[in-house]
């Protein structure tokens, strides 16, 4: 026994080591991919200046775009290298090497998708030289930071290439605008919808964030119709996690080339995503239309390997694709998996039938050919005409001039179906009739111009409320086939409200809207709290003085007020559930859970909300004021104390405007810093207060007045 037991570890020890000499072999032979002495070579192409501000803000030149690209790519690296690194396996299709097993959905669907392989056969027909040599300028900037920050860098990934960024594009706007959520549904038990059913003679018509977290926004414009000033005033407030691969980072860019803008960008984006330029801005919200069709289709009962199309069986385009799971270092395992399409597109079986999935932006790559343009606009004339590209397949847009225009786009890239039948339940897959082909063009999509109450307020909310209800549209003018949502926030109910009822608006009018933390009466959230109100309790009872409590709640989220945090505690429950499109939850099943976690953490019902909700990182601890689904946007996750730490909402917080004469100024506020990732750097942390106090800081809009502030500069490449 002793000598069986004593060769089992004698094999076991010999089966490590072996693992441990190809892990190493495997490092070795990937790390000689990447040549760090070219990747330095290749930078010697650009020239470009970053200057950091005070607030170690990267303002950016260059003689040429491709310059400046090479340059942005570098200073976010500087800042948040971390992140854009882990993003490399993301584009390839490689989470799971990387992360394990929790990265294989994402690899699967870039793999059934088959993105790299679409961008690939596309991204010399569809983008231009220049922009194809932006994106690479880019990559190489990128690239620049990995050779000459070796111990930073993982050499396995590297280097990037223009066409990693062209993937990220595709795969990111999908997950936008929620294609995720339509794929993961086909898991369930059983199908989560009905069966479309003809029309009657006659009838008309998340490698995004951590799950569970806000991709929503505001923002919101006046005009000289509005102020009482004749000022055009702009806010820019997009809600995304505050760290990860979609929080935002700050940036100035500058070219000789007409590039010259300011704004929030994501990882991997070599433009600006929302900002403003010298003479327009916008912002972007999430919109979610009806985007995806599922079709449920009828297989041969005698060839599992055909479907039924139009009265006669069709086969199945079939692939193999392989992810590759973690196992150890560089170790990975192999999985197989075979992917099917039809003519529909990509198809999948699951316990309860075989579906396919047709969805805006099946082939379209020029996602950046239509930032860049948007970012060189100078007109609202020149917007629109990036616009009508329709290569981004949804967001709603805000958009804000010199010249006193306001504009409000709900974007989309709305399939041309055929009239009459009920498109958000599943599509027989039968009809080849049903299989659409072409979108409506960019002029049937709802927008409008310069409403005469001079003001747009877009919370991702229904698109024909976002003004006075004599300017909206009508939404009986746009077909029922489009899928728009009819969604209404409490962003949107309060932030109308307070445009409605406010007369001539100045500054600090237009600003108190942001910072504003109150959930209007009539809305959801209220009304599910205030279901309390009606139920009995025993006299004396803690569930009785929560009921008192609410009784005399002011109906915010105020840093001080008493009542905010099992308020709050409660309406997180109603708003979840409507995210994830779903009933809300009996209130008394979570009543007794929130009085209970408050006596735990705090041993009161009543603690004040500022000792509740927390703005955290590293030694940083700050009270802040707002919540879930207010204009002042926080949503936060309990830490083990109790408290609860913001992670999502609020994050780069864009202010800008033109006065009568047409001179314009901006205020920026970022949730923690521009060094997103660099505990040890100043800029870590460095803009908290200001964000926790609703406060926010100038904006250098020029070259000189940046250097009339203490800053640092950085010549790209160094020599």
């Known amino acids: 026994m002793r000598k ?18 190809i892990n190493f072999f495997m490092h070795v032979v990937e790390a000689r991919q990447f040549n760090r002495a070219d990747a330095i070579a290749r930078a010697a192409q650009y020239d470009a200046e970053i200057i950091r501000d005070t607030y170690g803000v990267p303002h950016i030149y260059g003689r040429r775009d491709a310059d400046v690209a090479f340059a942005l790519a570098y200073a976010h690296a500087e800042d948040d290298f971390t992140t854009m690194q882990q993003m490399l396996p993301f584009y390839r299709g490689e989470l799971g090497r990387t992360v394990g097993f929790d990265g294989l959905a994402i690899d699967f669907l870039l793999g059934w998708l088959d993105v790299r392989r679409m961008v690939a056969a596309r991204f010399e027909t569809d983008l231009t030289p220049q922009l194809r040599a932006h994106l690479q300028a880019y990559a190489d900037g990128l690239n620049y930071y990995a050779a000459t920050h070796p111990h930073e860098a993982d050499p396995r990934l590297f280097p990037m290439r223009a066409q990693d960024l062209a993937v990220g594009f595709n795969i990111q706007h999908l997950l936008f605008y929620g294609f995720e959520s339509h794929v993961s549904e086909l898991f369930a038990d059983s199908p989560a919808r009905e069966l479309a059913q003809p029309p009657k003679t006659g009838a008309l018509s998340r490698y995004i964030g951590a799950a569970g ?85 009828e297989i041969n009962p005698d060839n599992a390997d055909e479907y039924m199309l139009d009265e006669r069986y069709v086969s199945f385009e079939k692939r193999r694709i392989w992810l590759k799971l973690k196992l150890l270092g560089n170790l990975y395992v192999p999985v197989p998996r075979m992917v099917l399409k039809t003519r529909h597109g990509p198809a999948i079986r699951t316990d309860h039938g075989t579906y396919a999935l047709r969805f805006a932006g099946m082939n379209e790559i020029r996602q950046p050919a239509q930032w860049l343009a948007m970012n060189k606009a100078r007109s609202l004339s020149a917007f629109k005409e990036a616009m009508a590209m329709q290569a981004i397949v949804s967001f709603n847009f805000v958009y804000a001039d010199k010249q006193g225009e306001l504009y409000f786009l709900h974007n989309g890239r709305m399939p041309e179906r055929q009239p009459g039948w009920n498109w958000k339940n599943y599509l027989p897959g039968t009809r080849s009739d049903l299989i659409w082909d072409s979108q409506i063009s960019f002029d049937q999509m709802p927008q409008f111009t310069n409403p005469s109450s001079g003001y747009i307020l877009s919370t991702n909310q229904d698109p024909f409320q976002v003004t006075a209800a ?21 962003r ?114 009543d603690p004040p909300w500022q ?18 689904d207010t204009l002042r946007a926080i949503y936060a996750l309990p830490d083990p104390d109790g408290r609860l730490r913001v992670v999502a909402g609020d ?69």
């Open 213 to 297: 977290l806000p991709v929503g926004s505001n923002a919101f414009a006046i005009n000289a119709r509005k102020s009482n000033d004749g000022a055009t005033r702009l806010m820019i407030n997009s809600h995304q996690p505050l760290e990860g691969p979609v929080a935002w980072y700050e940036a100035h860019l500058k070219s000789d080339e007409g590039w010259d803008i300011h704004g929030g960008l994501f990882p991997g984006m070599p433009f600006i995503a929302k900002g403003f330029n010298p003479d327009i801005g916008w912002g972007v919200t999430v919109n979610k239309p009806d985007l995806v069709d599922i079709y449920q289709l």
């Open 611 to 628: 000792a509740v909700n927390r703005l955290r990182r590293g030694d940083l601890d700050l009270p802040l004021g707002g919540g879930p």
């Open 651 to 719: 994050g780069l917080v864009v202010y800008v405007a033109w006065d009568a004469q047409g001179n314009q100024k901006a205020r920026m506020v970022h949730n923690y810093g521009a060094a997103i990732t660099r505990p040890k750097s100043p800029h870590y942390t460095d803009q908290a207060p200001l964000y926790a106090a609703e406060e926010m800081r100038p904006v250098a809009l020029t070259r000189d007045a940046v250097m009339a502030q203490p800053h640092r500069i950085l010549r790209l490449p160094e020599k």
């Open 4 to 21: 069986i037991i004593k060769r089992g570890w004698i094999g076991l020890l010999v089966l490590a080591t072996g693992l441990t000499v």
């Open 470 to 490: 004599s300017d909206n549209l009508d939404s009986t003018k746009f077909p029922p086939e489009l899928g728009l949502q009819t969604r209404m926030t409490n």
């Open 492 to 605: 949107a109910v309060r932030g109308l409200h307070l445009f409605d009822t406010a007369g001539a608006m100045s500054e600090a009018d237009f600003l108190a809207v942001k910072w504003d933390k109150a959930y209007a009466p009539e809305g959801r959230a209220f009304q599910y709290v205030n279901q309390i109100q009606a139920m009995q309790f025993s006299p004396g009872s803690q569930s009785a003085a929560g009921q008192k409590l609410l009784a005399g709640w002011s109906k915010t989220a105020t840093r001080d007020e008493p009542a905010a945090a099992l308020a709050v505690c409660l309406l997180s429950e109603e708003w979840l559930a409507e995210q994830a499109g779903k009933p809300a939850p009996p209130i008394g099943d979570i009543y007794s859970g929130c009085l209970e976690n408050l006596m735990t953490h705090y041993g009161r019902i």
